[in-house]
């Protein structure tokens, strides 16, 4: 079984910044591509970034390029989405995801995995 745990969620003002974390167990670090979802309020779940493994490239929505920064600690096995700029549009439950095989996309069906998610709230 493979858990994902999410946390850094919080309330911040428009302009600040945030940092989630989301920590795996060893293999599935390692051996496995791993994404931040989002999901806002009465709208669908959202792709934010992506990074397959450790020598990959990561890929962000065009919504937060330039402003989300997708990394990996491999010695914590933990993901980070570090979240700058934020504005209102930018509050939603965001969620860690993983995959065993990357199927060329990141879209919520090629995710195997979840966490639970974690819930950021900018304030205008």
């Known amino acids: 079984q493979v858990e994902l745990v999410e946390s850094g969620g919080g309330l911040v003002q428009a302009g600040g910044s945030l940092r989630l974390s989301c920590t795996a167990s060893?293999?599935?670090?390692?051996?496995?591509?791993m994404a931040w979802f989002r999901q806002a309020p009465g709208k669908e779940r959202e792709f934010v970034a992506a990074?397959?493994?450790?020598?990959?490239?990561?890929v962000y929505a065009e919504s937060v390029k330039d402003r989300f920064s997708i990394f990996r600690d491999y010695s914590r096995n933990t993901l980070f989405l570090q979240m700058n700029s934020l504005s209102p549009e930018d509050t939603a439950v965001y969620y860690c995801?993983?995959?065993?095989?990357?199927?060329?996309?990141?879209?919520?069906?090629?995710?195997?995995?979840w966490g639970k998610g974690a819930l950021v709230t900018v304030s205008s």
């Open positions: 990074h397959r493994r450790i020598s990959s490239m990561p």
């Open positions: 060893t293999r599935t670090f390692t051996s496995h591509a």
């Open positions: 995801a993983a995959t065993a095989r990357y199927r060329g996309t990141y879209s919520t069906s090629d995710m195997d995995y």
